[in-house]
């Protein structure tokens, strides 16, 4: 049973889930995208997101910045952050401008915004919960498409409640964080999507 609550750590780490978001909309809009077009906007995400991330953080192991993906040290977690958040400003202007797919663009301004408030925090030596921002932030993303779609996503919205109970669950077995980091974890992933509805609903 232990090694099943650690194995969430790995299933619903950040680094996956600016794509489960992108895969999410796929999944739930009406609108026709050409096969071509959607390749390229998935894989540029998989690029920005997952691929260039994990060689950096390679990068920085070499460079003796970091020692473990989970960045637990909260030493660590500056440069991973700059460089997250510069990703991120790329597929903001560049893969997912607003007048292509408003809601993934705003989207992903969200996820700037997260990613900037957890590095202020870290500049300040506070750990907040990386694990808990990107599902929330994906969990509120959900729930703005059911709204912006009129569509019922309560299966999905469910899933992803289900993967932030899961995920805090995991972060507190393995003594990652304590509970207030996970609660402004939520809150830095979340409140970013909220405040993005005003502009994409």
């Not at 619903?12 to 959607?38: G, Q």
């Not at 498409?145 to 996503?153: G, Q």
Request: proline letters at 4%; aromatic letters at 18%.
């Amino acid at each position: 049973m232990r090694w099943l609550i650690k194995s969430f750590s790995y299933i619903f780490h950040p680094l996956w889930m600016p794509l489960v978001a992108v895969l999410t909309y796929y999944i739930v809009t009406p609108r026709y995208m050409s096969p071509e077009f959607w390749y390229a906007k998935f894989f540029a995400t998989a690029i920005l997101t997952i691929i260039i991330p994990i060689l950096s953080f390679y990068m920085f192991k070499n460079l003796n910045l970091v020692t473990e993906i989970h960045l637990k040290n909260v030493k660590e977690r500056k440069f991973p952050l700059l460089f997250q958040c510069i990703f991120t400003l790329l597929i903001v202007n560049i893969v997912f401008k607003g007048y292509e797919l408003p809601e993934l663009h705003f989207f992903f301004v969200g996820v700037m915004a997260s990613a900037l408030a957890a590095l202020v925090l870290a500049l300040f030596q506070f750990k907040v919960s990386l694990h808990m921002i990107g599902v929330c932030g994906v969990l509120f993303f959900t729930l703005g498409l059911s709204i912006h779609f009129n569509v019922n996503l309560l299966w999905l919205i469910c899933l992803f409640v289900l993967a932030c109970g899961v995920t805090a669950t995991s972060r507190l077995d393995a003594e990652a964080h304590t509970p207030i980091e996970l609660i402004i974890g939520t809150a830095v992933g979340a409140i970013p999507q909220f405040l993005a509805y005003a502009y994409w609903l």
